[in-house]
């Protein structure tokens, strides 16, 4: 088969790396203009072409992009006509308020545990996890899978489910981040570093109301479960720097805006304000532009 990798973050690289690994042909559409990209993976020295668009074959392309990034990379992707045969795969944390409308039909959602990052060229794969596929149209969601893009994503990056119940999964990663990351930035704190300050209630509270608004969309989710899983994610990931804190340190755009922002925006034109995540988000936008 072959493939696209949109993004050169940690998942994409690692996605790459191991596509490559277990011999597919593989190549990268970076964000910025590159004739070719180097990863250093498992001491293996790799080169990958990067490719401008529009393709002329039959490609499956994995994105592994920032919520943000999304729209701009379906833009190109859509202006591009990828041939048909093609699919299109993506990965981001949180949730856009159009996507509905914005994921071309047969979208597949990928979503994961498995733990990565960059450091210059090198891709660390620094947690074994697992990964989830499914169908990111609703209606689409109980459709048989697509076996061949499912085999060779599960050889590359194993394991992997079929996921009937891909929106479910979603909520749970957007629930976990909106319990973890903002926490972190306000507290300027690593992971495990939060279980010293007194963040249960307000963690609480917030999932509450991203349960009342998953159920709002079909998606049934329990307040205490969520904050018992984020504490097991804190105690898991005790050293790590959230990803919104990194991104508030190096001044990049943070993420919150698709996570606790989602959630607030959501809830308030589903008549149901959300204080708790609205002021989550307001904190951190107010950190990061300081
Ligand atoms: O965004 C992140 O940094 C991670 O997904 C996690 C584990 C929630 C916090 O470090």
């Not at 048909?84 to 039909?105: F, K, Q, R, T």
Request: aromatic letters at 8%.
């Amino acid at each position: 088969m072959h493939w696209l990798v949109v993004g050169t973050g940690a998942i994409g690289s690692l996605m790459a790396a191991n596509l490559r690994r277990i011999g597919e042909h593989v190549v990268i559409k970076p964000r910025h203009e590159q004739a070719t990209i180097q990863l250093l993976y498992n001491a293996h020295q790799l080169e990958f072409s990067t490719v401008d668009l529009p393709l002329t074959q039959p490609t499956q392309v994995f994105a592994a992009v920032k919520a943000y990034q999304v729209e701009t990379v379906i833009e190109q992707l859509n202006a591009a006509n990828l041939p048909v045969g093609s699919s299109l795969i993506v990965s981001y944390n949180g949730m856009l308020d159009n996507e509905a409308s914005l994921l071309p039909p047969n979208t597949l959602h990928w979503v994961t545990t498995h733990g990565a990052y960059r450091h210059d060229n090198e891709v660390i794969h620094a947690g074994m996890g697992e990964s989830w596929l499914g169908w990111a149209q609703v209606e689409h969601a109980s459709s048989a899978r697509p076996i061949e893009v499912f085999s060779v994503l599960n050889n590359a990056l194993p394991p992997l489910n079929w996921s009937p119940a891909i929106h479910q999964r979603r909520w749970i990663k957007l629930a976990i981040n909106c319990l973890i990351n903002p926490f972190t930035v306000i507290h300027n704190c690593r992971n495990g570093e939060l279980l010293s300050h007194d963040i249960s209630a307000v963690q609480l509270q917030a999932a509450q109301e991203i349960c009342w608004l998953a159920a709002y969309f079909g998606v049934q989710l329990g307040a205490e479960e969520l904050v018992a899983q984020a504490h097991h994610v804190i105690k898991n990931t005790a050293n790590n720097y959230s990803s919104m804190l990194m991104d508030v340190r190096l001044n990049r755009p943070t993420e919150v805006d698709y996570l606790n922002g989602f959630v607030a925006r959501q809830a308030k034109l589903a008549g149901h304000p959300a204080p708790t995540n609205e002021q989550l988000w307001q904190q951190v936008l107010n950190i990061a532009n300081n």
